[in-house]
């Protein structure tokens, strides 16, 4: 079976590429994709900011959905002819990819496929930052910052659907609206006066038990300020910087935990992991429509490079998909 895959050959340049697909080994499954998401991973590993684990595909694309077309000897969750959706480790941005069956996740009728490679990272993110090393319990409040982005805009969806109360932020007076149509209690402008004081004026200072942190940087105090005591502290993006200076004696004076994670490094058996727990408790609320993922558009596999740019200019809301369907 022929294979379509993008080659990124200079961090400007993007060749669509072809070759011959090997079929499944035992629990892997070969799906013909239909669609794949846009990450700020694929955006940095492009520019050679972010290099692939060793035992990853060189070819860019993290999630992807489409129709089994192949199985290994030993699948059982699924059959050839299934609509899925899947994280992939790598290879997404291809009419073809390889994955494992403990991640995918069948894809029934009403959902696209659009809506599936809509999914999986975000899925995976929220649910192993917030609920597994945040450990966000029922009726706590979540600070899920950015809200408009691929993650943030169904992290709070995530957080609500869990029965804890989501907070966030957002980069204007008009995402901040559209943010908090998505099921946030309150929302701060984070490109408008302090941070703290906003969530501090709207009566949640301290009042916030688990924070999941895009950017870093300089969001990295005001984190452990507005933190209540027992607080967690997720950290899993610097889009505001890696350095960060801190009040060390707010950790302990609050006894906050400050931690963080990234999913490309989390190995195979946590990943399943994860699928298992979404299946159980995110799955059914996705299914039910009350987890919807936020598409903002879809750019044909070929124009990858504009859909990089729209992301880069950051004036998207939500996530950005490839179809990939190569003719
Ligand atoms: N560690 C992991 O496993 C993992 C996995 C997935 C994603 N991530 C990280 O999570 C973040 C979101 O990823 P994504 O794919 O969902 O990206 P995305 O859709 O492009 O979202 C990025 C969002 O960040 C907000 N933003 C931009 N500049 C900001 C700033 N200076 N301060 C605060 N917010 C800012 C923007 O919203 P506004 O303009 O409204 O502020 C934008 O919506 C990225 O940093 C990504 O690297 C990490």
């Given at each position: 079976m022929q294979r379509h895959y993008i080659e990124?050959?200079?961090?400007?340049t993007a060749i669509m590429m072809a070759d011959t697909v090997s079929m499944p080994a035992n629990n892997e499954v070969l799906i013909s994709v239909h669609h794949a998401g846009v990450n700020r991973a694929d955006l940095l590993q492009r520019l050679g900011l972010y290099p692939p684990p060793a035992?990853?595909?060189?070819?860019?694309?993290l999630e992807i959905a489409g129709e089994v077309v192949a199985i290994g000897?030993?699948?059982?969750y699924c059959s050839v002819g299934d609509r899925v959706c899947a994280l992939a480790h790598?290879?997404?941005?291809?009419s073809t990819a390889m994955v494992r069956e403990d991640h995918c996740l069948l894809l029934p009728e009403p959902l696209s496929s659009e809506q599936g490679a809509a999914l999986p990272e975000a899925l995976l993110t929220v649910w192993y930052?917030?609920?597994?090393?945040?450990m966000l319990a029922h009726n706590e409040t979540a600070l899920i910052h950015g809200g408009s982005s691929g993650i943030g805009s169904l992290g709070i969806q995530m957080v609500r659907a869990m029965g804890a109360n989501a907070l966030s932020t957002a980069g204007s007076e008009e995402r901040c609206a559209a943010v908090t149509k998505l099921g946030a209690d309150f929302v701060a402008n984070?490109?408008?006066?302090n941070l703290f004081e906003q969530f501090k004026a709207a009566g949640y200072a301290e009042q916030i038990n688990v924070i999941l942190d895009i950017a870093g940087g300089d969001l990295m105090q005001a984190n452990l300020d507005l933190a209540a005591p027992d607080g967690r502290i997720v950290c899993i993006g610097v889009m505001r910087g890696m350095q960060s200076e801190i009040n060390i004696a707010t950790l302990f004076m609050k006894r906050l935990t400050l931690t963080g994670s990234t999913l490309r490094r989390l190995d195979t058996a946590s990943r399943a992991a994860c699928f298992q727990a979404i299946r159980e408790h995110i799955w059914p609320e996705v299914l039910a429509g009350n987890i919807a993922p936020v598409i903002d558009s879809t750019f044909p596999l070929a124009d990858v490079l504009a859909a990089h740019e729209y992301m880069r200019s950051g004036h998207h809301f939500g996530k950005l998909l490839l179809d990939c369907q190569v003719s």
């Amino acid at each position: 079976m022929q294979r379509h895959y993008i080659e990124f050959t200079t961090p400007d340049t993007a060749i669509m590429m072809a070759d011959t697909v090997s079929m499944p080994a035992n629990n892997e499954v070969l799906i013909s994709v239909h669609h794949a998401g846009v990450n700020r991973a694929d955006l940095l590993q492009r520019l050679g900011l972010y290099p692939p684990p060793a035992d990853a595909s060189p070819i860019p694309g993290l999630e992807i959905a489409g129709e089994v077309v192949a199985i290994g000897e030993d699948v059982t969750y699924c059959s050839v002819g299934d609509r899925v959706c899947a994280l992939a480790h790598g290879g997404g941005y291809a009419s073809t990819a390889m994955v494992r069956e403990d991640h995918c996740l069948l894809l029934p009728e009403p959902l696209s496929s659009e809506q599936g490679a809509a999914l999986p990272e975000a899925l995976l993110t929220v649910w192993y930052n917030v609920f597994e090393r945040g450990m966000l319990a029922h009726n706590e409040t979540a600070l899920i910052h950015g809200g408009s982005s691929g993650i943030g805009s169904l992290g709070i969806q995530m957080v609500r659907a869990m029965g804890a109360n989501a907070l966030s932020t957002a980069g204007s007076e008009e995402r901040c609206a559209a943010v908090t149509k998505l099921g946030a209690d309150f929302v701060a402008n984070h490109r408008e006066g302090n941070l703290f004081e906003q969530f501090k004026a709207a009566g949640y200072a301290e009042q916030i038990n688990v924070i999941l942190d895009i950017a870093g940087g300089d969001l990295m105090q005001a984190n452990l300020d507005l933190a209540a005591p027992d607080g967690r502290i997720v950290c899993i993006g610097v889009m505001r910087g890696m350095q960060s200076e801190i009040n060390i004696a707010t950790l302990f004076m609050k006894r906050l935990t400050l931690t963080g994670s990234t999913l490309r490094r989390l190995d195979t058996a946590s990943r399943a992991a994860c699928f298992q727990a979404i299946r159980e408790h995110i799955w059914p609320e996705v299914l039910a429509g009350n987890i919807a993922p936020v598409i903002d558009s879809t750019f044909p596999l070929a124009d990858v490079l504009a859909a990089h740019e729209y992301m880069r200019s950051g004036h998207h809301f939500g996530k950005l998909l490839l179809d990939c369907q190569v003719s």
